[in-house]
């Protein structure tokens, strides 16, 4: 009587279904922690998203700032900048306001080199998230792997 199967009230072995609600356990368990792990995932990403947002303010404000310095005040002050060279090295204004111009670019590109470097160093914190979810995926490979066993 050891090996025989345990026939329920209607008249079906239950072995066959102890395995396959095994296995329908041992599926469900899985889809389970994997969802719990996406979530995971996701708020660690959220979470990184918001550090590296904290920390890329400073260099967006500066490229902001850069920006309406360029766009806003440039025109009126090497307006001025350049009739004044124009006026002091007796050249003709268009030449001093192309001199100047070009100077005002060179400016701007140099604050802009600086910030962009700034906003790229911001974003380190990813590199957490990326870490993390590199495990996560081990972790499902081997639990896959080994479900079988």
Not at 128 to 142: D, G, M, P, Q, V
Request: some cysteine.
């Amino acid at each position: 009587m050891a090996h025989q199967a345990v026939v329920n009230s209607n008249g079906i072995a239950s072995a066959s279904q102890d395995r396959s609600n095994g296995l329908m356990g041992d599926v469900g368990s899985f889809g389970s922690d994997l969802a719990t792990l996406a979530s995971l995932q996701s708020k660690l990403a959220a979470a990184d998203a918001k550090e590296s947002l904290q920390r890329a303010t400073p260099a967006i404000a500066g490229l902001a700032v850069a920006t309406l310095l360029a766009c806003a005040g440039t025109v009126a002050i090497l307006g001025g900048l350049g009739l004044w060279i124009a006026d002091a090295f007796s050249i003709k204004p268009y030449a001093a306001l192309m001199l100047t111009g070009l100077g005002a670019l060179v400016l701007v590109a140099i604050l802009a080199a600086v910030c962009v470097r700034l906003l790229g160093s911001s974003f380190t914190t990813f590199r957490r998230s990326a870490e993390e979810l590199e495990r996560n995926i081990a972790w499902i490979k081997t639990t896959l792997t080994h479900s079988g066993r």
